[in-house]
């Protein structure tokens, strides 16, 4: 993985809060459709739970968690975030309790408590994460017994910054059809490059590419169990929003959901 500097990958992400909450709100397209209900699935919060929502940007998930009746502690690195999301929290006081804090640090981790969370979940951030092995040492201390973690993720087999989106139009018949794919150029080696989240963003940020093996691995090596796994592509599309748009491609998901579990 190339080394970056930790204050340049914050840098860009302070410098895209306040647009990234005003245009995202409460979820875009990708988020409402792709991401949030197979990790509300996974997470099968109960009431009265106490759940960790990592790098929690704007608040909209924690917002969704404490709607389900969840107690909500949330935190991200960018000090922005964090005043966009408690901006935009004022009615769940009491129900949120947001914290400026990096996850690749241990001893802000551990900070947040002992055995304190009955779950935990991280969307669509550890491919901003340069280091994600403090977060795995952390979540068994973090977690309750029987605890678990779901993140999502951009699918690193589909979906990264050395994948190329094509659709071709080959012969059905008496006509054509259009057949979308992906060119993938590069998967088993780790790398980092600058890329953007949504189209007009003010600045670039940094992703960090990991194969499956060493995306799990740091957490099955603190002994987490895989223990659900879910893959979300398009299902039509009515609304593409351009012409290579992930909408088109429905037999390839753009987005991975993982639950890894505590085992006692």
Same mark, same amino acid.
């Given at each position: !993985?190339?080394?970056?500097?930790? /204050?340049?990958?914050?840098?860009?992400?302070?410098?895209? @809060?306040?647009?990234?909450?005003?245009y995202?709100?409460?979820?875009?397209?990708?988020?409402?459709? %792709?991401?949030?209900?197979?990790?509300?699935? %996974?997470? /099968?919060?109960k009431?009265?739970?106490?759940?960790?929502?990592?790098?929690?940007?704007?608040?909209?998930?924690?917002?969704?968690?404490?709607?389900?009746?969840?107690?909500?502690?949330?935190?991200?690195?960018?000090?922005?975030?964090?005043?966009?999301?408690?901006?935009?929290?004022? &009615?769940?006081a009491?129900? #949120?309790?947001?914290?400026?804090? &990096?996850?690749? &640090?241990? @001893?802000?981790?551990? $900070? =947040?408590?002992?055995?304190?969370? /009955?779950?935990?979940?991280?969307? !669509?951030?550890?491919?901003? !994460?340069? &280091?994600?092995?403090?977060?795995?040492?952390?979540?068994?201390?973090?977690?309750?017994?029987n605890?678990?973690?779901v993140?999502? #993720? !951009?699918?690193?087999?589909?979906?990264?910054?050395?994948?190329? %989106?094509?659709?071709?139009?080959?012969?059905? +018949?008496?006509?054509?059809?259009?057949?979308?794919?992906?060119?993938?150029?590069?998967?088993?080696?780790?790398?980092?490059?600058?890329?953007?989240?949504?189209?007009?963003?003010?600045?670039?940020?940094?992703?960090?590419?990991?194969?499956l093996?060493?995306?799990?691995?740091?957490?099955?090596?603190?002994?987490?169990?895989?223990? +659900?796994?879910?893959?979300? @592509?398009?299902?039509?599309?009515?609304?593409?929003?351009?012409? =290579?748009?992930?909408?088109?491609?429905?037999? #390839?998901?753009?987005?991975?959901?993982?639950?890894? $579990?505590? #085992?006692?």
């Amino acid at each position: !993985m190339t080394k970056n500097d930790p /204050d340049s990958v914050r840098d860009a992400w302070e410098r895209n @809060a306040q647009w990234w909450s005003e245009y995202f709100g409460e979820g875009n397209d990708f988020h409402l459709q %792709l991401v949030a209900p197979p990790v509300e699935q %996974l997470l /099968d919060v109960k009431s009265g739970e106490h759940v960790l929502d990592i790098a929690c940007g704007n608040g909209a998930f924690s917002r969704r968690l404490a709607g389900l009746g969840a107690s909500v502690t949330a935190f991200d690195f960018s000090s922005a975030f964090i005043a966009c999301a408690k901006e935009r929290s004022a &009615d769940y006081a009491g129900r #949120i309790a947001y914290h400026v804090l &990096d996850a690749s &640090d241990d @001893a802000q981790l551990a $900070s =947040l408590g002992h055995h304190a969370f /009955d779950a935990a979940v991280a969307n !669509m951030a550890l491919m901003d !994460m340069a &280091d994600i092995e403090p977060l795995a040492r952390a979540l068994p201390t973090l977690l309750k017994p029987n605890g678990r973690f779901v993140f999502s #993720i !951009m699918h690193p087999c589909f979906n990264n910054n050395a994948v190329r %989106l094509s659709i071709e139009d080959e012969q059905d +018949g008496p006509g054509f059809r259009s057949v979308p794919s992906v060119r993938i150029t590069k998967y088993l080696t780790a790398f980092s490059s600058k890329g953007i989240g949504i189209v007009g963003q003010p600045a670039p940020q940094t992703y960090f590419h990991r194969s499956l093996h060493e995306l799990l691995g740091p957490f099955l090596e603190q002994g987490l169990a895989l223990t +659900g796994l879910e893959e979300r @592509a398009f299902e039509d599309a009515a609304s593409a929003r351009g012409p =290579l748009s992930w909408d088109h491609f429905q037999e #390839i998901p753009p987005v991975l959901v993982v639950r890894l $579990s505590m #085992i006692s």
